[in-house]
Structure formats: C-alpha cells, structure tokens
C-alpha cells in the first residue's frame, strides 16, 4: 500500500532555513508528480508546491515563491522542500502528497500523516 | 483570486444525510475533488473527478458538480464521519486551491 512518511520538521528561528523529507513506498515513485500542502494552526489546506515524475517542472503558491524549493530523488524514492527565509506564516503541518495519475484532474490521492513546523524565536 | 467557497460547519443526527456544498467563480469547467481530514491521522481523498470514490471509501458518500457549485453528500452518516472536509479545484493558472473547509459534527 502507499505510505509516505514526513521528516525533518521542529522549531525553527525567523529567517533560518530548514528541509523536510517525504519517504514514499509502495508504488512507482518515480511515475508520480508529488506536493507538499500545509495547513496552519487553525487555517485551512494550502497547496505549496509541486514536482514532475522526473523532476524536470515545479510550480510553487505565490506565498513562498524564492523562498522554499522542491526536489526529489527517485533512486531512493525521497521527496524534499528546502525552506528557507522562514517566517511566523510559515508555522503549519506540512504534508507530502502524491499526484493524482490524470493530467487533466489533478488532485492528491495519498497523502502523509504531516510534520510539524514551529517558527519561533 | 481564485477562491472556493465552503460553510465553516455542518451538523447532522446520526443516520441523516449530510450535504456540504463548495462554490467558487469559474468552477463550472474544473473537477472537484474532496477531502477528509481527522486530527491525527493522514488526510484521506473520498471524491475525485466530481462523483469518482476512491477503492475502499463508502459508497454513502456521493459527490455531485453543477454550474460553479460542488456538493458532497453523506448519506446515513456515522459518528465516525464526524471531521473536517475540504473541496479542491485545480486549474492551470491557479494551480490547485483548496475551500475553507467545513467541520461535520455527527450529533
């Protein structure tokens, strides 16, 4: 079965950088465009960004353009975000998700349990 | 902006049938899919393509799509549908958006 497991979240100061990582298993990774969504502490869903099968495209939200980056690794089957410049807005449980298999549909239908980022000082 | 539209809460005796609807400008061309989400556990995607269930989500939740508006309905619900449900569009431009989110309360 799909599992994807987040790591690499915590306490982070404003304005320090941090990297999470989605492992992934149980089906073709490198077949799949993959996201990371968040959601805020009392907000709602927000999508974040999004990787091609081959890493080749990524697209980011308005709100962390030039600050977060997405990469993967299909040889080991490993999912990244390097957030950098972090700010108080950026507090959220973030979220790996897989890509839907349909280009003109796309939604998420896997998703992580979430890793937890605090930016504090 | 592009934004979707749901009502912050939605309350439902048990074995009623519960409704949320999304709205959004211009949803009218795009697929809607749905969301589940319980504290603690991984968001699980109970409707995609508008009216498609994903292999192992009950066959009591339906979704439907007309004009700019989307619904999810819970037929019989249970106590255990009680959480949060979010619809998702996506488009070329705006990528994919995310509505509100509305919380079912089972009571």
């Known amino acids: 079965q799909v599992k994807l497991v987040e790591s690499g979240g915590g306490v982070v100061q404003p304005g320090r950088s941090l990297r999470l990582s989605c492992a992934a298993s149980?089906?073709?990774?490198?077949?799949?465009?993959m996201h990371w969504v968040r959601q805020a502490p009392g907000k709602g869903l927000e999508w974040v960004a999004v990787?091609?099968?081959?890493?080749?495209?990524?697209y980011y939200a308005a709100s962390v353009i030039g600050r977060f980056t997405i990469s993967r690794d299909n040889s080991n089957n490993a999912l990244y975000l390097d957030m950098d410049s972090l700010t108080n807005e950026d507090s959220a449980l973030y979220y790996c998700a897989k890509a839907s298999p349909s280009s003109s549909s796309q939604f998420f239908d896997f998703w992580g349990q979430g890793i937890l980022v605090s930016v504090s000082s | 902006s592009y934004e979707l539209t749901q009502p912050p809460s939605v309350s439902v005796s048990p074995g009623q049938t519960a409704t949320i609807i999304c709205s959004g400008n211009i949803l009218g061309d795009k697929f809607v899919s749905w969301y589940q989400l319980k504290p603690d556990q991984s968001p699980i995607l109970v409707i995609y393509e508008d009216s498609q269930r994903p292999s192992g989500i009950p066959e009591r939740f339906s979704g439907s799509h007309s004009g700019d508006s989307a619904t999810l309905t819970v037929s019989g619900t249970q106590t255990l549908d009680e959480a949060d449900y979010y619809c998702q569009a996506w488009d070329r431009s705006i990528h994919w958006v995310f509505g509100g989110g509305t919380k079912l309360t089972v009571l």
């Open positions: 149980g089906f073709i990774f490198s077949d799949f465009g």
């Open positions: 990787i091609s099968y081959d890493g080749s495209k990524t």
